[in-house]
Nanobody, 128 residues
Protein backbone atom coordinates (compact mmCIF):
# COMPACT_ATOMS: atom_id res chain seq x y z
CA UNK A 1 0.00 0.00 0.00
CA UNK A 2 1.03 3.56 -0.71
CA UNK A 3 -0.57 6.51 1.04
CA UNK A 4 -0.53 9.83 -0.78
CA UNK A 5 -1.30 13.23 0.74
CA UNK A 6 -1.47 16.36 -1.38
CA UNK A 7 -0.93 19.89 -0.11
CA UNK A 8 -0.26 23.38 -1.41
CA UNK A 9 -3.57 24.20 -3.00
CA UNK A 10 -5.30 27.50 -2.44
CA UNK A 11 -6.59 30.68 -4.02
CA UNK A 12 -4.41 32.52 -6.52
CA UNK A 13 -4.96 35.29 -9.04
CA UNK A 14 -4.76 34.58 -12.73
CA UNK A 15 -1.15 34.77 -13.85
CA UNK A 16 0.09 33.67 -10.46
CA UNK A 17 1.86 30.52 -9.33
CA UNK A 18 1.38 27.66 -6.90
CA UNK A 19 3.44 24.63 -6.02
CA UNK A 20 1.62 21.46 -5.06
CA UNK A 21 3.25 18.71 -3.07
CA UNK A 22 2.34 15.07 -2.68
CA UNK A 23 3.93 13.17 0.18
CA UNK A 24 4.04 9.40 -0.02
CA UNK A 25 4.35 6.78 2.66
CA UNK A 26 4.16 3.03 2.74
CA UNK A 27 5.90 1.08 0.01
CA UNK A 28 9.08 2.28 -1.68
CA UNK A 29 8.30 5.60 -3.33
CA UNK A 30 11.02 5.26 -5.96
CA UNK A 31 9.36 2.09 -7.29
CA UNK A 32 6.53 4.18 -8.73
CA UNK A 33 5.98 6.60 -11.54
CA UNK A 34 3.98 9.52 -10.19
CA UNK A 35 1.26 11.48 -11.88
CA UNK A 36 -0.96 14.48 -11.38
CA UNK A 37 -4.58 14.73 -12.45
CA UNK A 38 -7.25 17.34 -11.91
CA UNK A 39 -11.02 17.39 -11.86
CA UNK A 40 -13.25 20.42 -12.17
CA UNK A 41 -16.95 20.32 -11.20
CA UNK A 42 -19.01 18.50 -13.77
CA UNK A 43 -15.96 17.37 -15.73
CA UNK A 44 -14.02 14.15 -16.05
CA UNK A 45 -10.73 13.64 -14.30
CA UNK A 46 -8.02 15.06 -16.56
CA UNK A 47 -4.41 13.92 -16.88
CA UNK A 48 -1.86 16.66 -16.20
CA UNK A 49 1.62 15.17 -15.94
CA UNK A 50 3.58 12.00 -15.23
CA UNK A 51 7.17 11.53 -14.08
CA UNK A 52 9.25 8.36 -14.17
CA UNK A 53 10.51 6.64 -11.02
CA UNK A 54 13.94 8.24 -11.37
CA UNK A 55 12.72 11.65 -12.49
CA UNK A 56 14.62 11.39 -15.75
CA UNK A 57 11.51 11.40 -17.92
CA UNK A 58 8.25 13.31 -17.81
CA UNK A 59 5.26 13.94 -19.99
CA UNK A 60 2.57 16.63 -19.94
CA UNK A 61 -0.89 17.32 -21.18
CA UNK A 62 -0.94 19.90 -23.97
CA UNK A 63 -3.12 22.18 -21.84
CA UNK A 64 -0.32 22.72 -19.28
CA UNK A 65 2.85 22.18 -21.29
CA UNK A 66 5.26 25.07 -20.80
CA UNK A 67 3.41 26.32 -17.70
CA UNK A 68 3.51 23.38 -15.29
CA UNK A 69 6.53 21.35 -14.18
CA UNK A 70 6.47 18.01 -12.42
CA UNK A 71 9.43 16.94 -10.29
CA UNK A 72 10.21 14.52 -7.51
CA UNK A 73 12.56 14.10 -4.58
CA UNK A 74 12.90 10.41 -3.81
CA UNK A 75 14.85 11.16 -0.63
CA UNK A 76 11.81 13.04 0.66
CA UNK A 77 9.22 10.68 -0.85
CA UNK A 78 7.57 13.67 -2.45
CA UNK A 79 6.41 14.67 -5.92
CA UNK A 80 5.76 18.29 -6.85
CA UNK A 81 3.75 20.20 -9.40
CA UNK A 82 4.96 23.73 -10.04
CA UNK A 83 2.16 25.68 -11.69
CA UNK A 84 2.94 29.02 -13.32
CA UNK A 85 0.86 31.45 -15.38
CA UNK A 86 -2.31 30.04 -13.89
CA UNK A 87 -5.58 30.58 -15.70
CA UNK A 88 -9.16 30.46 -14.40
CA UNK A 89 -9.64 27.23 -16.35
CA UNK A 90 -6.90 25.60 -14.24
CA UNK A 91 -9.20 25.71 -11.21
CA UNK A 92 -9.95 22.17 -10.03
CA UNK A 93 -9.22 19.60 -7.39
CA UNK A 94 -5.73 18.27 -8.06
CA UNK A 95 -4.83 14.67 -7.33
CA UNK A 96 -1.55 12.83 -7.29
CA UNK A 97 -1.41 9.17 -8.20
CA UNK A 98 1.14 6.34 -8.25
CA UNK A 99 1.65 3.84 -11.03
CA UNK A 100 4.04 0.92 -11.29
CA UNK A 101 5.20 1.97 -14.75
CA UNK A 102 5.94 5.10 -16.74
CA UNK A 103 4.64 5.71 -20.25
CA UNK A 104 4.53 8.69 -22.57
CA UNK A 105 1.76 7.12 -24.63
CA UNK A 106 -1.01 9.70 -24.85
CA UNK A 107 -3.85 7.33 -24.17
CA UNK A 108 -2.19 5.07 -21.66
CA UNK A 109 -0.82 7.81 -19.42
CA UNK A 110 -4.28 9.37 -19.09
CA UNK A 111 -6.11 6.21 -18.05
CA UNK A 112 -7.04 6.48 -14.35
CA UNK A 113 -7.07 2.66 -14.24
CA UNK A 114 -3.34 2.69 -14.87
CA UNK A 115 -2.75 4.21 -11.43
CA UNK A 116 -2.78 2.05 -8.34
CA UNK A 117 -2.96 4.66 -5.59
CA UNK A 118 -4.55 8.08 -5.29
CA UNK A 119 -4.43 10.97 -2.87
CA UNK A 120 -7.47 12.75 -1.51
CA UNK A 121 -6.94 15.90 -3.60
CA UNK A 122 -6.19 19.55 -2.96
CA UNK A 123 -8.32 22.43 -4.23
CA UNK A 124 -6.87 25.06 -6.54
CA UNK A 125 -8.93 28.18 -7.19
CA UNK A 126 -7.89 30.81 -9.74
CA UNK A 127 -9.54 34.20 -9.68
CA UNK A 128 -9.79 36.28 -12.84
Amino acid sequence: QVQLVESGGGLVQAGGSLRLSCAASGRTFSDYAMGWFRQAPGKEREFIALISWSGSASTYADSVKGRFTISRDNAKNTVYLQMNSLKPEDAAVYYCAASNYYTSNYRERARPEKYDYWGQGTQVTVSS
